[in-house]
């Protein structure tokens, strides 16, 4: 009996959803997090079968609901087979998360130029390299009017113009090599860029955040790969950070060097410090005197800021200054960085689960 009275109220909840205008389930399913879910509700009924072909959010992930890599051939013939049948011609997001494979090029290539044919706001690719070639980013893709939020990892950044993105205001790249030119030109680009993050990014010694309109910095790491490691001169060994206008620094993950300079940051409101060590230095913990020096400059240099907040590592660093005799500001309001993760933590784990599989491959 039981049974039958939730078999009959399942039965009445579909009949309420399906009796929705097309709108609204297009709405619906826009918001289911992967596409091929979406898809899925094509067999619930005659009406369902095309609904899922004018959600205005795409993503597509290499790994499936348990983790596990989807075999390449396989995923690249879904996405292809997808995009055939999908009729909407505005787009808010696309995201694309799998390991690049060069002979696949040219299939990507046409997803990202379908995405901005459909004028995405919103795009997120993430292609880790099976070795040490990366998927270079076509011409177009560095003049556009439609980008709002963009996020890109693993790609290769070579424009052979000026930038223009118009209307972007947040900006996300993971590890790729740039230079100071190359960051000035994105900048320039951007005129209303609010937010740019460096996640594990590297060949630049320099960071100038020239651009007004740029409120928001985070530094999320060094990625340094082994064929482009530093030389051995210590000297050199060093980042500067220079953001008159930014509001907001967090500078987090993995450093693969010791020095950390913060040179004009006159504007900062709060800062976020929870880096840590990695790399050729890694070992290295032990004779931790580079590591206070550094935090302690940092701290010296964000002394006028509202808001300071460490993470543990940071936290100890500071713990052994204190024994040493240093004395922590006073007009500071210190705070310890939340455990809860955020959203972009989310994004990083999902990467490094991608990252394992290609070194494992």
Request: with cysteine.
């Amino acid at each position: 009996m039981e049974m039958i009275e939730k078999e009959a109220q399942f039965q009445e909840e579909k009949d309420i959803i399906s009796g929705l205008p097309d709108c609204i389930l297009v709405e619906i399913l826009s918001r289911i997090p992967y596409t091929k879910y979406a898809i899925r509700t094509g067999t619930l009924s005659k009406r369902w079968k095309h609904i899922w072909t004018c959600v205005y959010n795409l993503n597509f992930s290499c790994l499936d609901p348990h983790g596990n890599k989807i075999e390449n051939s396989k995923f690249i013939s879904s996405i292809d087979k997808t995009l055939t049948q999908f009729r909407c011609l505005k787009l808010n997001k696309f995201k694309l998360l799998t390991v690049y494979d060069a002979q696949f090029y040219s299939q990507i290539n046409n997803w990202i130029h379908y995405a901005i044919d459909c004028k995405v706001e919103q795009l997120d690719i993430a292609l880790l390299p099976q070795s040490n070639v990366q998927f270079p980013l076509h011409e177009l893709f560095f003049i556009n009017s439609c980008f709002r939020d963009l996020r890109v990892s693993g790609c290769e950044f070579n424009p052979t113009a000026a930038i223009s993105w118009k209307q972007l205001r947040s900006l996300c790249i993971s590890k790729v090599k740039l230079d100071e030119d190359l960051i000035e030109n994105i900048l320039c680009g951007s005129p209303l860029l609010e937010t740019l993050k460096l996640d594990d990014c590297y060949g630049y010694r320099r960071l100038n955040i020239s651009s007004k309109s740029v409120k928001n910095l985070v530094f999320a790491g060094y990625w340094v790969p082994l064929c482009d490691h530093f030389e051995d001169d210590d000297d050199d060994d060093v980042i500067e950070i220079n953001a008159p206008y930014i509001l907001s620094l967090k500078i987090k993950s993995g450093l693969s060097f010791w020095k950390l300079r913060l040179l004009d940051v006159s504007s900062l409101v709060k800062a976020h410090l929870s880096y840590r060590f990695g790399g050729r230095y890694e070992r290295a913990r032990e004779e931790a005197e580079e590591e206070e020096e550094m935090l302690k400059k940092l701290i010296l240099k964000l002394c006028h800021v509202k808001e300071l907040q460490f993470g543990d590592d940071c936290l100890k660093a500071l713990s052994r200054l204190e024994a040493k005799g240093f004395i922590f500001p006073s007009n500071l309001n210190v705070d310890v960085a939340s455990p809860l993760y955020s959203i972009d933590d989310i994004l990083e784990l999902e990467l490094k689960l991608i990252t394992r599989f290609v070194r494992i491959s």
